[in-house]
């Protein structure tokens, strides 16, 4: 009988964790974390997809931007926490929520800012954000 797989059981952190970086334009970068277990199927499409980029829109205390990734609801939720990342099924969008604001409607939790969460609350609409895998 042979074990299960790492990613089944969870024992690996660089199968579980992806370490992503936000490259905001004029303004700077943050880091983050996609966590597996929070949305597999959307994690795994969207760390395909990578890089990606786009041009932020915004809304109270969120920040958000289309990618070329097509996705229903997984695990979607109506309320996050600050520094959360999701992924929004009806607008094909990465969200990032630095402040208290929540969604509109449920999206797809996905991981965490864990470095540069204030950098979010400067950007304004227009402004080009990449997202790709961290060294």
């Known amino acids: 009988m042979r074990p299960p797989h790492p ?9 579980s964790k992806v ?43 969120e920040v958000y931007f289309e990618i070329p ?5 997984e695990k979607a939720v109506k309320t996050v926490e600050k520094g959360t990342i ?9 969200c990032i929520f630095y402040g208290s604001s929540q969604p509109v409607e449920p999206v797809n939790p996905m991981g965490r800012i864990t470095s540069g969460l204030e950098l979010f609350a400067r950007v304004r ?7 790709v895998k961290a060294p």
């Open 19 to 61: 370490k992503v970086r936000f490259i905001i334009e004029g303004i700077g970068q943050a880091e983050g974390e996609l966590i597996r277990y929070l949305a597999p199927r959307t994690v795994d499409a969207v760390v395909r997809a990578l890089p990606v980029e786009g041009y932020a829109s915004t809304w109270l205390e």
């Open 125 to 131: 609409a227009g402004t080009k954000i990449r997202l």
């Open 69 to 73: 990734v097509r996705l229903g609801s």
């Open 86 to 94: 999701a992924y929004w099924p009806a607008g094909h969008a990465i």
């Open 7 to 15: 990613r089944v059981i969870g024992l690996s952190e660089g199968i």
